[in-house]
């Protein structure tokens, strides 16, 4: 199986800016596809965004202009840049990775992080 463990959350004042990273163990041999989403109290959970193994990603308009989504391929890692921090992006943030674990077997996984919370707030 694939462990994905991520860090970076924490208490920001509104305006404030956070880094959440999403760091993968395991038997890797493909990270495809990733996703950030995020459950805010008393709300369902939500994409924030998504990046392919080809670096192509794509943000909820939400997020758009206010979150970046990044990549560390040799670090099998996952990041979320968080700039102009809102109070309604009080969340607790998940990553959730899918591949495949081997070259030679058709093995595929996904995998979900334990979250981290993010609450922004003055």
């Known amino acids: 199986q694939v462990q994905l463990e991520e860090s970076g959350g924490g208490l920001v004042q509104p305006g404030g800016s956070l880094r959440l990273s999403c760091a993968a163990s395991g038997i890797i041999f493909t990270i495809d596809d990733t996703v950030w989403y995020r459950q805010g109290p008393g709300d369902q959970q939500e994409a924030v965004a998504t990046i392919t193994s080809s670096n192509v990603t794509n943000n909820s308009d939400f997020a758009k202009g206010h979150f970046t989504i990044f990549s560390d391929n040799a670090k099998n890692s996952l990041y979320l840049q968080m700039d102009s921090l809102k109070p309604e992006d009080t969340a607790v943030y998940y990553c959730?990775?899918?591949?495949?674990?081997?070259?030679?077997?058709?093995?595929?996984?996904?995998?979900w992080g334990q979250g981290t919370q993010v609450t922004v707030s003055s």
């Open positions: 959730k990775a899918g591949g495949r674990h081997y070259s030679y077997l058709p093995c595929s996984y996904t995998s």
